[in-house]
C-alpha cells in the first residue's frame, strides 16, 4: 500500500509496476481516474484513454504508456487479488512536465551604500511555468525568484540564475558590478566632492585644495 510519484517529459514512455509479487494471482486490474483502463483477462480496456498507447504485460502485469501528454498527469491505481483474497492496493502519481527550453532572465539593480563601502544588489530572475529557483552568486546559494545581496567590495561578482523542474533545468550567468557613486566637481584650484552617505542620510562636503 502507499503512493509513489514518477516524473516524465512530454513524450516519453513509462513503465507502472506494482512491485507485488505475481504468482498466483487471480484479479488484477489498473485504474485511472476512477475508471478501470487495463485488467489480465481482458488487456487494455476500449474504453481507456491510453487504449491506442498503451499495454498491459500479461506475466508481471506492468502497464506500459507511451507518448505522454500534460494531461495524462494523476493517479493510478492498481488492485489485485491472490487467492480470491484482496491485496492492499498500490497507488501511482504521474506526474507529466514540459521540458525548459528557454534560458531564464536576470534583472539587476546596484547601489553603492558608502557608509561601508558595499553594494546593495536586488536580483530578479524569470522564466515560463512552474520551476524552481536557484542563485549562486560567489560561492553563496539562494532560492527563490528575487533575493537582495551585499556586496563588500569594490568590484565585479559573477551570479548564476538556474531553474529547474523535475525532469530538466537551464541557467543564465551575468556579472554584477560594484563601484563607488561619487559625484565630483572642480573650480579653480579647489576640488569639491559630495559624498552621499545612504546609511544615515548625510551629506558630506569635503574640499581639497592643490598647490
Not at 494471482?25 to 491510453?50: L, M, Q
Not at 532572465?105 to 529557483?133: F, H, P
Given at each position: 500500500?502507499?503512493?509513489?510519484?514518477?516524473?516524465?517529459?512530454?513524450?516519453?514512455?513509462?513503465?507502472?509496476?506494482?512491485?507485488?509479487?505475481?504468482?498466483?494471482?487471480t484479479?488484477?486490474t489498473?485504474?485511472?481516474?476512477?475508471?478501470?483502463?487495463?485488467?489480465?483477462?481482458?488487456?487494455?480496456f476500449?474504453?481507456?484513454?491510453?487504449?491506442?498507447?498503451?499495454?498491459?504485460?500479461?506475466?508481471?502485469?506492468?502497464?506500459?504508456?507511451?507518448?505522454?501528454i500534460?494531461?495524462?498527469?494523476?493517479?493510478?491505481?492498481?488492485?489485485?487479488?491472490?487467492?480470491?483474497?484482496?491485496?492492499?492496493?498500490?497507488?501511482?502519481?504521474?506526474?507529466?512536465?514540459?521540458?525548459?527550453?528557454?534560458?531564464?532572465?536576470?534583472?539587476?539593480?546596484?547601489?553603492?551604500?558608502?557608509?561601508?563601502?558595499?553594494?546593495?544588489?536586488?536580483?530578479?530572475?524569470?522564466?515560463?511555468?512552474?520551476?524552481?529557483?536557484?542563485?549562486?552568486?560567489?560561492?553563496?546559494?539562494?532560492?527563490g525568484?528575487?533575493?537582495?545581496?551585499?556586496?563588500?567590495?569594490?568590484?565585479?561578482?559573477?551570479?548564476?540564475?538556474?531553474?529547474?523542474?523535475?525532469?530538466?533545468?537551464?541557467?543564465?550567468?551575468?556579472?554584477?558590478?560594484?563601484?563607488?557613486?561619487?559625484?565630483?566637481?572642480?573650480?579653480?584650484?579647489?576640488?569639491?566632492?559630495?559624498?552621499?552617505?545612504?546609511?544615515?542620510?548625510?551629506?558630506?562636503?569635503?574640499?581639497?585644495?592643490?598647490?
Amino acid at each position: 500500500s502507499g503512493k509513489r510519484v514518477i516524473h516524465k517529459n512530454v513524450g516519453d514512455t513509462v513503465e507502472l509496476s506494482s512491485g507485488l509479487p505475481t504468482e498466483g494471482v487471480t484479479v488484477a486490474t489498473w485504474r485511472y481516474g476512477g475508471i478501470n483502463v487495463a485488467d489480465k483477462d481482458v488487456g487494455v480496456f476500449e474504453k481507456s484513454p491510453f487504449k491506442d498507447r498503451s499495454e498491459l504485460n500479461p506475466e508481471d502485469f506492468t502497464l506500459t504508456v507511451r507518448e505522454l501528454i500534460l494531461q495524462d498527469s494523476g493517479d493510478f491505481m492498481f488492485i489485485s487479488g491472490w487467492n480470491n483474497k484482496q491485496r492492499p492496493s498500490v497507488t501511482i502519481s504521474l506526474q507529466v512536465h514540459e521540458p525548459i527550453t528557454k534560458q531564464p532572465d536576470i534583472k539587476i539593480n546596484s547601489t553603492w551604500e558608502a557608509c561601508n563601502e558595499s553594494c546593495k544588489v536586488l536580483l530578479e530572475c524569470s522564466t515560463t511555468g512552474d520551476v524552481s529557483y536557484k542563485w549562486t552568486v560567489g560561492k553563496q546559494t539562494l532560492t527563490g525568484p528575487r533575493q537582495q545581496y551585499i556586496i563588500r567590495q569594490d568590484g565585479e561578482t559573477n551570479v548564476t540564475c538556474t531553474v529547474s523542474n523535475h525532469v530538466s533545468e537551464k541557467s543564465a550567468l551575468q556579472t554584477v558590478k560594484c563601484s563607488k557613486d561619487t559625484d565630483t566637481n572642480k573650480t579653480g584650484m579647489w576640488r569639491v566632492s559630495e559624498v552621499v552617505n545612504t546609511c544615515n542620510c548625510s551629506v558630506y562636503i569635503i574640499y581639497y585644495y592643490f598647490l
